[in-house]
Every structure is written in C-alpha cells, then in structure tokens.
C-alpha cells in the first residue's frame, strides 16, 4: 500500500472514530436535554441608568436591538406557554435609552398583560405607568393618549380590577380625562375621535355632566367629520333629554350656534384650509371695517379666537 493511501485510510478512521464518539455522547445529551424544561428567564442587563453608559452613545441603535430581542422572546414564550419575566426589565431599559420611542408605548398593554391567565394587578399598574410615561415624552401624541385612555378607562376595570370595584371606578373615570385629551388632539384623525368618544359616557354615567361637556366640545371643536359633529350633538340631546338637563341643551346649542358662526367666517375667507388651521393662524383681519375704532365691540375686529367667541356670545346672548 502507497503512504498516499495509508494517509487518506488513516485520516478516514480518524473522522469515522469522531463521528462515532460525537454520536454516542449526544445521544445521550439529547435524551437529557428532552428532560430540562425552561421554567425562569435570567436577566444579562445591569440597571437602565448603567444600560445607557454601556451603549457607548448607541442608544437608539440599542434600545432597537432590545426591543427586537422582546417582540422575538415575547412569540417564544407564548409558543411555550411560559410567562416572560424579562419583559417589564426590558422595558425599563428601552424606555431609558430611547424615550420617545413610540412604538414601545403603543404595544405596552397588550404585551404585559398577554402573559398568563391571571395578570397580577401590580403589573397592570406598571402597564398603566409605562403608557403614562409615554405621554410624558410624547404629549401630542394622540394614538398612546388613546392606547392609555383605553386601557386606563375600559380594558383594565372589566379585565383585571373586577374583584376592587372601587378603584375600578376611579380608573374609568381617569381614563375617560385620558380619552378626552386623545379627542382634543386629534384633529384631522378622525378614527381617534370616534374611539375616544366612548370616554365622554363614562363622565355622564359617573354624573360628571360638565366634564362630559368639556369633553364632547373639544372633540366637536377639533374634527372636521361631519358625521362625527352629527353623533356628538345626537349624544348631548340625549343626556340633556334623559336627565332632563335643559340647561345642558341650550348651553350646547349656544356653543354649536358661535362655532357655525366660527365655520362660516373661515370658509369665507380661507375656504381652502382645515379647522385646525384656522385655529392657529387667528380671526382674519378686516382693516376696512375697523381701522380708527378702539375697542370696537363687533366679533369680526377681535385679534384672538377667544376674544372674538367672547364678542359673538355678548353680540347674541345678551
């Protein structure tokens, strides 16, 4: 036999007794691994403040790693029935890197609370915070306003607090606040006006009567839906109808008659831009009206939005 072929059997037995060994001990490795069942998570982060110094700057660039290593984890755990321990750590350090970081606040209560079949309530509470603390960073966000109002308002009270119906109660009454800011900003997103609507009936119901008013003025203010506009006015008739509130009626009706007025003179002047718009940009000046007039009384020689609503309901409700 030639050394070449001595060295390619020698080589051949040396990879085949490889082979063999690797095979006998994951045998019984895999018989093992089949008996280990993954019950606890371990965390591999420091705190969130050490996190941040760790990311050496990177830490929009970090916190989008971690997060994707959540939504990864979060599927894996739910696949294996198991709970995430992880997840509320995870989230402080996120939330510590990149706080304006949307996309986290829009997800919060849906991956917390979707853990097991029982939801300790001091998790809900860290739902709540989070959410909380989105609207802190992002106070003109109307979509987490609504995600929180939501939770704080409806999916909370009737999922996870129906053994404390007191603080239940008092949830459904802050969300509904929470809603009412979700209307207000929500301009031209009229799908968030419509979902936010629901917090104004929470107010009527827990007879905040005012609040429900403030509530469904400033959504009726702030959209352009007149399909919206239509629903709010059908609602507050029929509060005011029910409780016999004719005061509730005629106050709104004094409201609805000052923001036609308000309409009318926008689309007069500037028919081609949106309410909000308007808003910003202040009652249109008429020189050839009242130039040389201090302190002339009529609506239409108001500078301000509020002085010349104040003007209108002097000039037409004495």
């Given amino acids: ?133 989105g609207v802190k960073h992002l106070p003109y966000d109307a979509e987490i306003w609504l995600n929180l109002g939501q939770f704080v308002a409806f999916v909370a009270p009737s999922s996870y607090l129906f053994d404390q119906p007191e603080v239940a109660a008092r949830w459904r009454t802050e969300g509904a ?37 403030r509530f469904w003025q400033r959504a009726y203010a702030v959209t352009d839906d007149e399909e919206l506009r239509a629903d709010i006015r059908q609602k507050i008739e029929g509060y005011a109808a029910e409780l016999h509130q004719e005061k509730l009626a005629k106050r709104f009706e004094a409201y609805r008659e000052r923001d036609d007025a308000f309409k009318q003179l926008v689309v007069g002047e500037l028919p081609f831009i949106r309410r909000n718009a308007a808003l910003a940009l202040g009652p249109p000046p008429q020189p050839h009206r009242c130039a040389g007039l201090p302190g002339d009384p009529r609506p239409e020689c108001a500078t301000t939005w509020y002085d010349w609503a104040l003007r209108y309901q002097r000039a037409h409700r004495p």
């Fill in 1 to 133: 036999m030639s050394r070449r072929n001595r060295e390619l059997l020698g080589t051949f037995l040396l990879v085949f007794a490889a082979v063999m060994a690797v095979s006998t001990v994951r045998r019984h490795l895999f018989a093992t691994h089949k008996l280990v069942k993954e019950k606890q998570d371990v965390y591999f982060l420091p705190a969130p403040k050490q996190v941040v110094i760790l990311s050496l700057g990177y830490k929009a660039a970090v916190a989008d790693i971690l997060w994707a290593h959540v939504m990864v984890s979060q599927g894996l755990h739910s696949f294996q029935n198991r709970r995430f321990d992880n997840l509320l750590l995870l989230y402080d350090a996120i939330n510590e890197l990149d706080p304006t970081w949307r996309s986290p606040y829009l997800f919060a209560d849906a991956l917390i609370t979707f853990q097991s079949a029982v939801t300790p309530y001091e998790e809900v509470v860290r739902a709540r915070e989070i959410l909380e603390l």
């Fill in 177 to 213: 606040r929470y809603l009412a800011t979700a209307a207000e900003l929500s301009g031209d997103s009229s799908h968030i006006g419509w979902q936010a609507l629901g917090g104004a009936n929470v107010l009527a119901r827990a007879g905040e009567l005012d609040a429900a008013m």
